[in-house]
Nanobody
């Protein structure tokens, strides 16, 4: 059974940092891309970042480039999202998701499309106070 568990959210002041973790199980990790998405109240879910587990390529939304870093390693089958210089507009529920890497999913991966992800975990709340 595929499972994705996001953790690490919390309350932080603007300018602060948080590190989110996504623990994955139930599939061959190196065959999948893992993405981070977020959804703020009243807004659509948006892609934040994605990483290819096969080659380590990373992708970011323009709104987080230079502030967020996605990585894998340290703990086995875990993807991290280091979030620095947080802004109130980063406040949202953050989700991790996974999709097998193939020619059919490359667009969803590189453009961080929520519709292209196959598996989702429960979210973790990030709140940035001004």
């Amino acid at each position: 059974e595929v499972q994705l568990q996001a953790s690490g959210g919390g309350l932080v002041q603007a300018g602060g940092s948080l590190r989110l973790s996504c623990a994955a199980s139930g599939f061959t990790f190196d065959d999948y891309a893992i993405g981070w998405f977020r959804q703020a109240p009243g807004k659509e879910r948006e892609g934040v970042s994605c990483i290819s587990s096969s080659n380590g390529s990373t992708y970011y939304a323009d709104s987080v480039k230079g502030r967020f870093t996605i990585s894998s390693g340290n703990a086995k089958n875990t993807v991290y999202l280091q979030m620095n210089s947080l802004k109130p507009e980063d406040t949202a529920i953050y989700y991790c998701a996974a999709v097998p890497e193939s020619l059919h999913t490359i667009m969803a991966i590189t453009r961080i499309h929520a519709d292209g992800m196959d598996y989702w975990g429960k979210g973790t709340q990030v709140t940035v106070s001004s």
